[in-house]
């Protein structure tokens, strides 16, 4: 522990990282890529949780026909095929992982209590939070955020496809530019499009750092809990 960052972290994938180049369903050397970099965080000492967006099989606004509490509870057990898809490929390398679900599945998931998630985390298991906030009309960032703050982590490591947060887009913009560090109220007064509204409002009003940085290469998630500077840091102020 004495050369790590952090104590406890919450790492934040959505669920387009674990498909690759296909966009859609699982890829099996970019989830094996993924879980490597995640169990050699935890065997670094550090307390690792993780949500799992459910983009590469459904999202809840997939569909403008359907209902959008239906398509929301669809979205839900997207994530939990991903969960559980990444729980496998960790145990298969002799990590011991617990899926919590905010949607009772008794048969694969534990029901998500907080003390029973901060147990688990304190016992050197590595927790996957399920099925977001367990509500609709709330996305898996809001419930990254939730989880983040409940379980008392250190920072919110939110995995994107770029280096941090630009001021606009950097693969449409050459000259955007790249912010170090930057505040909730400045990533929602100028929609910076790092998380939904609600996630960054939560993460302001509950002092959550966040640090947004490249999941390109799943080695950074290591890089950083080490300290070396990467990414965007985004704090209350």
Known sequence: MGDTKYKRILLKISGEALAGDAKMGINDEVLKEISA???????????VAVVVGGGNFWRGRSS???DRVTADHMGMLATLMNSLALSDALEQMGAV????????????????????AVRHLEKGRIVIFACGTGNPYFST???????????????????????GVYDKDPKK????????????????????????????????DNHTKMLVFSME?????????????????????
Do not use: F, W
Not at 183 to 192: A, G
């Open 141 to 163: 960032d809001s419930g990254a955020a939730l989880r983040a703050t409940e379980i008392g982590a250190d920072v919110l490591l939110k995995a994107t496809m770029v280096d």
């Open 37 to 47: 970099s995640i169990k050699a965080v935890s065997d670094l000492g550090v307390q």
């Open 217 to 237: 290469d799943p080695e950074n998630i290591v890089r950083i809990v080490k300290g070396e500077n990467l990414g965007t840091l985004v704090v209350k102020e």
């Open 97 to 116: 992982t617990r899926v919590l679900s905010a949607i009772e599945v008794r048969q694969m998931a534990e029901p998500y209590i907080r003390k029973r």
């Open 64 to 66: 403008e026909k359907m």
């Open 173 to 204: 913009h050459p000259d955007a530019v790249k912010y170090e560090k930057v505040t909730y109220d400045e990533v929602l007064k100028n929609d910076l499009k790092v998380m939904d509204a609600t996630a960054a409002a939560h993460c302001r």
